[in-house]
């Protein structure tokens, strides 16, 4: 065999084209997302991977900082097959690119939403959807707000064990845990047409959101809260956020404020295939925290989250 007929290799940046599943060994070569093209040209991108590698925000443990890096190594048991239960697949459908990370100045904590927001604003000026791996959950504030100058106030689906909708009137504030406060009251959302699944800790005041704890999708199981989702934010343009906490720690130990009690990712993917038809206009998956879980399981189900959400885009898009 000649060095012409090997593999190809490093194919996050060696293929020349977009679309198509691209098979490399998991364990070699550069990451990108299930080696798709890393590359930061978005002409005739469909839908944009990004990284936010911004932790500064939690209230507990750090370390979602490494979440983009971790899942993208670990997204590359997924560039072999089409994605399991979907009659579409998105690496075939549609046009995805890994667009890297956001950068920012890490010594001038007060200018990243700004450069959260413009980094998204990108994406989307140039006609592609934004999918963004976290980093904390704070980064989804900034992201909404790109969002709605497209769209107008969003619906919103967030899977999470925690409301963040806790009162902040500190419009200065930086902080995971009131980010979706801050988002109703600047008018990015719309809370009547929005839900919080998994929800398992005590908030006094939901602003208006709809909520289905987590008891909620243990009692009434993942089916039956896939149609209540579906329901409730109805064609409406709408954003899924994902914290990871909104598994089980037994299934997500690598975050930075874990709560007993979550959802199973059994759970989690049936919900997530059962509400294929919504109008999902981008989504994001944050708080996974690689130093909290040696197993790598955290990113492996960060990296099935981020696919399924291509996977919903390619639905619309196939629609």
């Known amino acids: 065999m000649s060095i012409k007929d090997l593999p190809q290799n490093d194919v996050a940046i060696t293929r020349e084209e977009i ?3 691209m098979g490399e060994v998991s364990y070699a070569g550069v990451t990108s997302f299930a080696r798709c093209k890393y590359t930061k040209d978005l002409t005739g991108v469909d839908v944009a991977i990004s990284g936010v590698p911004f932790d500064c925000s939690v209230t507990h443990r750090s370390g979602s900082r490494f979440g983009p890096r971790q899942i993208r190594e670990m997204s590359a048991m997924l560039a072999w097959d089409a994605p399991y239960g979907w009659p579409v697949n998105p690496f075939e459908a549609l046009s995805i690119v890994d667009y890297g990370d956001c950068p920012f100045d890490h010594g001038k904590i007060h200018e990243v939403p700004a450069a959260i927001e413009h980094h998204v604003r ?8 934004s999918v963004i791996m976290g980093g904390d959950h704070f980064i989804t504030l900034p992201i909404l707000k ?12 967030q899977f999470d064990a925690h409301s963040d909708t806790w009162a902040d009137d500190d419009p200065d504030r ?9 988002a109703v009251k600047r008018g990015y959302v719309q809370p009547a047409s929005s839900v919080q699944v998994g929800i398992r800790t005590t908030n006094p005041d939901p602003l208006g959101v709809n909520t289905l704890d987590a008891r909620f999708v243990h009692e009434h199981g993942p089916v039956a809260t ?17 914290d990871i906490d909104g598994l089980d720690p037994a299934f997500a130990p690598g975050t930075g404020t874990p709560v007993f009690g979550g959802l199973t990712s059994g759970q989690v993917a049936i919900i997530l295939r059962d509400i294929a038809g919504i109008n999902i206009i981008g989504g994001d998956v944050v708080e996974v925290s690689p130093p909290y ?6 990113a492996v189900a960060g990296s099935q989250i981020v696919l399924e959400l291509l996977c919903l885009l390619a639905n619309k898009h196939a629609a």
Not at 122 to 129: D, F, M, Q, R, V
Not at 293 to 298: C, V
Request: without cysteine.
């Open 226 to 242: 896939a149609k209540r989702i579906k329901e409730i934010v109805g064609d409406t343009p709408t954003y899924i956020t994902f």
């Open 19 to 21: 679309r198509g599943m």
């Open 146 to 157: 790109a969002h709605a100058e497209k769209h107008g106030p969003v619906s919103f689906i």
């Open 174 to 182: 930086i902080d995971h845990g009131t980010f979706m406060y801050h």
């Open 122 to 129: 990108t994406i989307l000026e140039a006609g592609a959807a």
């Open 293 to 298: 879980d040696t197993s790598g399981a955290t």
